[in-house]
């Protein structure tokens, strides 16, 4: 839902069809966000979106998955190397998918079978196979011995939320985004420590990693450069650290770059890390180690989105952005960044 409404912007000039409070998609062209060619006429559904560096993926009603863009590293998963400017079926994924997680140059998916698969740039162990070696397919991840819900891709490090509430990391740990109390790359899964349960939601940004727990409560380890993990330091951390205030009330997360948001039962929006161009909401420029309140969103929030250095939220029917702006990310017809929010209805 996050990166639906992330899109939303942009969905709403190419074609695309939000149906408001539930996490459906209709896209009235496959490749309206590459071209602007005649649309299709029979809409193909779709149940979720997530992007990366510089490729996007899709999941079909039809349980299946497509990427586009960049694939350098095989991120697209089609077993080449060439890039496409047009979506194109996963190898072996044309069905049987419940969801899909897409890292700077890696991405992730876990089947109906419980598989959890992942291809792309590998060079850090980003994959969970157990090598270094980049896929141009989908791959098992190793050592799942527990049923996959969720799955959070940050830039070169991979996370995955087991069915009773644990946590566990693989991939790049330069920051100790992975959480083990260490700053050793894993090339296979691990505990994250003190999180093996009392999990409910997970979001990887940059180098850092965050988790919603069963209470509402928020905790973050990883890299700290900006304040991202919210402890009111700028010290990483290798295991998982209270963000400051928000022990309880909070019902969704979002990581990215290098800031954090939160959204709370109240329907309200809390960010914190860089802000260099107002991705925090605050109207300010300023850095911010622990949670201050997006000033100003209309209507009562149903999901947020953390970009690279932008923001957006959405009620009912309003999306609102604020950040960075240089190539149009907050949909309001300008390419001026905005320390203040910016709304688009539907």
């Known amino acids: 839902m996050t990166d639906m409404a992330l899109l939303h912007p942009l969905a709403l000039r190419q074609g695309w069809r939000v149906t408001s409070g539930a996490a459906a998609v209709v896209l009235y062209s496959m490749v309206s966000c590459a071209s602007m060619g005649e649309a299709p006429s029979s809409p193909v559904q779709l149940v979720d979106i997530k992007v990366g560096e510089r490729h996007s993926c899709v999941l079909t009603a039809a349980a299946g998955v ?78 799942l011995m527990s049923a996959i819900t969720a799955l959070a891709t940050g830039e070169r490090h991979t996370c995955a939320l087991t069915t009773s509430g644990g946590v566990k990391c693989w991939g790049n740990n330069h920051d100790g985004e992975l959480g083990d109390g260490t700053k050793v790359d894993r090339v296979t899964p691990l505990d994250v420590v003190g999180l093996t349960s009392g999990v409910t939601a997970i979001s990887a940004g940059w180098r850092h990693t965050c988790a919603l727990t069963t209470a509402g409560g928020v905790k973050c380890w990883g890299n700290n ?33 290098r800031h954090t948001c939160a959204l709370t039962t109240a329907g309200g929006v809390k960010c914190w890390g860089g802000n260099h161009d107002g991705q925090l909401g605050d109207r300010t420029g300023i850095d911010r180690k622990a949670p201050v309140d997006v000033v100003m969103v209309p209507g009562r929030s149903i999901a947020i989105a953390a970009g690279g250095q932008h923001t957006c939220a959405m009620d009912s029917k309003t999306i609102t952005c604020w ?24």
């Open 66 to 143: 497509k990427c586009w863009g960049n694939n350098h590293d095989g991120q697209l998963g089609d077993g080449t190397h060439a890039d496409h400017g047009t979506p194109v079926n996963v190898v072996g994924l044309t069905s049987g998918v419940k969801a899909i997680s897409a890292g700077w140059r890696h991405t992730c998916a876990v089947t109906t079978a419980d598989r959890v698969v992942c291809w792309g740039n590998n060079h850090d162990g980003q994959l969970g196979d157990g090598t270094r070696v980049d896929r141009k397919k989908p791959e098992d991840v190793l050592g």
């Open 225 to 257: 450069h900006d304040g991202q993990l919210g402890d009111g330091t700028e010290t990483d951390r290798q295991t998982p650290v209270d963000v400051a205030g928000l022990s309880s009330g909070v019902t969704a997360i979002s990581a990215r770059w």
């Open 323 to 346: 950040g960075e702006n240089e190539d149009g990310q907050l949909g309001d017809g300008t390419f001026k960044n905005s320390l203040t929010v910016k709304s688009e209805s539907d």
